[in-house]
């Protein structure tokens, strides 16, 4: 019976080696309030303040056994949890983060710290730079991506700022009647074409328009190819939105022309014809996508940067308010159509068909142009 219970028996668990100096108890004085933390506490983060016993003499008071520091205790709470949770940093409420911050840097916790706390806040964080390694891309790069390196990459800044505004003012006037030459309607095996504009159809080198065009693409295919082969990272570089709304912006131009040079050359046939009009939506819409050059400014402007990451950061709380409007277009909507359903004249049909009256009552429009009519 004793050789059982001496099995069923919990093994004695063996001792671990253990340093017992790291559990001595440090005592801080922090503007009269007492912290006792260990010494193996402190040690997680040697380049610390408080984790470097060397720096730490310099504010030993023997008379007491003790450190004193004078400083903020509400904020020494929050950075002995730093060292007691492994790296967590949390601000007390009570505290402005300018204080904080400045007890951070006081306690040396070191600046991804700071970066950590200002990001929480909602703070506007510039990342950390990846250079490449060469000297001369290096330099290209910077020049091409940071109009802030040097006062050449401001002037190439300006400089695009130029071109892209040309541009899109370019794509604007070129919309205006009186610089349009239009072609004459015709029908083609059952398709009318009308309203074709002359620059669709045909491809005219001396068209000033296609020229300044043309010379805006040159200076975009040769900041982005230059780009493109000086990035640090050719991955995160062409996933990165700034970039493929860069590589959009360029694209509709070489469709245009692959669009335009074979049918100016090709003999004017039926089947010809007839492609061109089915086409010919195909290719205003891609014309359309010029459009989107103008967000090529948020390169070079830091508010339409913040803008971005503004909405980024509240897209939650935006896909929210859509959500309450939506049910409220539902239910709005189903009142209208029941209310009206007797009505001889009634506008609202069904309950898809209220949708629109339902928008533009809640958001306060009012078009008019869907009204109840019964009595």
């Known amino acids: 019976m004793k050789s059982k219970m001496r099995k069923?028996?919990?093994?004695?668990?063996?001792?671990?080696?253990?340093?017992?100096?790291?559990?001595?108890?440090?005592?801080?004085?922090?503007?009269?309030?007492?912290?006792?933390?260990?010494?193996?506490?402190?040690?997680?983060?040697?380049?610390?303040?408080?984790g470097d016993p060397k720096r730490m003499l310099q504010y030993y008071d023997p008379d007491n056994d003790e450190f004193f520091f004078d400083r903020h205790r509400t904020c020494f709470e929050s950075i002995l949890y730093y060292y007691q949770t492994g790296g967590m940093i949390r601000r007390p409420h009570t505290v402005?983060?300018?204080?904080?911050?400045?007890?951070?840097?006081?306690?040396d916790l070191g600046t991804r710290i700071i970066s950590q706390l200002e990001s929480n806040e909602g703070f506007c964080v510039d990342e950390e730079k990846s250079l490449p390694k060469n000297l001369l891309t290096r330099k290209l790069w910077l020049l091409f991506e940071y109009p802030e390196s040097s006062y050449q990459a401001r002037i190439f800044a300006y400089c695009s700022i130029l071109v892209v505004c040309l541009s899109v003012f370019e794509f604007c006037i070129g919309t205006m009647p009186s610089f349009q030459k239009s072609v004459n309607g015709s029908t083609v095996q059952g398709v009318y074409i009308d309203s074709v504009s002359y620059d669709e159809t045909f491809f005219d080198i001396f068209d000033p328009f296609l020229l300044t065009e043309t010379i805006c693409i040159v200076f975009f295919v040769f900041e982005y190819v230059i780009r493109a082969f000086t990035c640090p990272?050719?991955?995160?570089?062409?996933?990165?939105?700034?970039?493929?709304?860069?590589?959009?912006?360029?694209?509709p131009y070489?469709?245009?022309?692959?669009?335009?040079?074979?049918?100016?050359?090709?003999?004017?046939?039926?089947?010809?014809?007839?492609?061109?009009?089915?086409?010919?939506?195909?290719?205003?819409?891609?014309?359309?996508?010029?459009?989107?050059?103008?967000?090529?400014?948020?390169?070079?402007?830091?508010?339409?940067?913040?803008l971005g990451k503004t909405l980024k950061a509240s897209f939650?709380?935006?896909?929210?308010?859509?959500?309450?409007?939506?049910?409220?277009v539902i239910v709005f909507s189903s009142l209208m159509y029941f209310a009206e359903a007797y009505a001889g004249s009634s506008q609202f049909t069904s309950i898809p068909a209220g949708f629109w009256f339902s928008v533009v009552t809640m958001t306060t429009l009012g078009y008019g142009d869907l009204v109840p009519k019964g009595q």
Request: charged share 20%.
């Open 233 to 251: 990272q050719f991955f995160p570089f062409f996933k990165d939105l700034t970039n493929i709304i860069d590589l959009v912006a360029i694209m």
């Open 96 to 107: 402005h983060l300018d204080v904080f911050i400045e007890e951070v840097k006081f306690y």
């Open 8 to 50: 069923i028996r919990n093994p004695v668990p063996k001792p671990c080696v253990h340093n017992h100096e790291d559990c001595v108890t440090v005592r801080i004085n922090v503007s009269g309030q007492i912290f006792e933390p260990q010494l193996r506490t402190l040690k997680q983060f040697p380049s610390t303040l408080l």
């Open 316 to 328: 939650r709380e935006l896909g929210l308010l859509v959500f309450f409007l939506f049910i409220g």
């Open 254 to 306: 070489f469709l245009d022309l692959l669009y335009k040079i074979p049918n100016d050359t090709a003999p004017s046939s039926g089947k010809t014809k007839s492609s061109k009009a089915g086409s010919l939506t195909i290719l205003r819409i891609i014309r359309l996508v010029r459009v989107f050059r103008i967000l090529k400014l948020s390169r070079h402007n830091r508010g339409l940067k913040i």
